[in-house]
């Protein structure tokens, strides 16, 4: 079992940047990818970014690519979502996943945090 807890939302104004941490406990994230998703307000969840399970392959939705890193600390079990340049578009619940594969991981997923709320304002 995998319990990922996610931190770090809040409200920030447009142009301004948040790094978002999941914490993940029962398995060590070395050895499964891991991701973000997010789902805004009447909208279907989507994918933000992921990190292979040997942490050397990164993948993003193109709406956040360049404006976003994910990364992740091995010590401390954590993967991070460093965001920059902030959107009113970027305001949504933020989800940590974690799963066998970063291809596919909205699909294969086995775990998902509770989700933290990113509100950017304009």
């Known amino acids: 079992q995998v319990v990922l807890v996610e931190s770090g939302g809040g409200l920030v104004q447009a142009g301004g940047s948040m790094r978002l941490s999941c914490a993940a406990s029962?398995?060590?994230?070395?050895?499964?990818?891991m991701g973000w998703f997010r789902q805004a307000p009447g909208k279907e969840r989507e994918f933000v970014a992921a990190i292979s399970r040997g942490g050397g392959s990164r993948a993003y939705a193109d709406s956040v690519k360049g404006r976003s890193t994910i990364f992740r600390d091995i010590a401390k079990n954590t993967v991070y979502l460093q965001m920059n340049s902030l959107k009113p578009d970027d305001t949504a619940l933020y989800y940590c996943?974690?799963?066998?594969?970063?291809?596919?991981?909205?699909?294969?997923?086995?775990?998902w945090g509770q989700g933290t709320q990113v509100t950017v304002s304009s």
């Open positions: 029962g398995r060590t994230i070395s050895n499964v990818a």
């Open positions: 996943a974690a799963g066998p594969s970063a291809y596919g991981l909205g699909q294969n997923a086995a775990y």
